[in-house]
């Protein structure tokens, strides 16, 4: 697992792809804090983590990456941890556009292409 507060290659990416999933990399984002945690078999692993940092539940939401691919087939909003009825996301997929649209800026910050 990897708390990524900088940089992370697509490379490295690629490399953590091929270890654990064979084409994807699950990865937990703190939507505040604009930090991400990579490279775990769960997403309630890199939640966890980043919650032991300081992080607030509220502001952590998961989704896989896909090194090999690119545009909008990079990024999948889907985990088990998005499902959160109280912050009217009721599915696996994050439903506001605005999270999702600032877990794309946050990502293109981070990982570098």
């Known amino acids: 697992m990897k708390l990524v507060k900088t940089e992370l290659s697509i490379n490295e990416l690629k490399k953590m792809s091929s270890r654990i999933f064979g084409g994807l990399v699950k990865a937990v984002i ?4 604009e930090v991400m945690v990579v490279d775990a078999s769960m997403h309630a692993d890199e939640e966890k ?6 992080s607030k539940q509220d502001d952590i939401w998961g ?3 896909y090194p090999d691919a ?3 087939d990079f990024i999948e909003f889907d985990s ?3 499902v959160r009825p109280r912050l009217n996301n009721f599915s ?4 506001d556009k605005t999270i999702r649209t600032k877990m794309i800026s946050i990502v293109n910050k981070l990982v570098k292409k």
């Open 30 to 33: 703190d939507i505040k804090k």
């Open 63 to 65: 989704i896989n990456l």
């Open 49 to 54: 983590c980043l919650l032991d940092t300081g």
């Open 92 to 95: 696996r997929m994050i439903e």
């Open 80 to 82: 088990i941890i998005n």
């Open 70 to 72: 690119k545009g909008k």
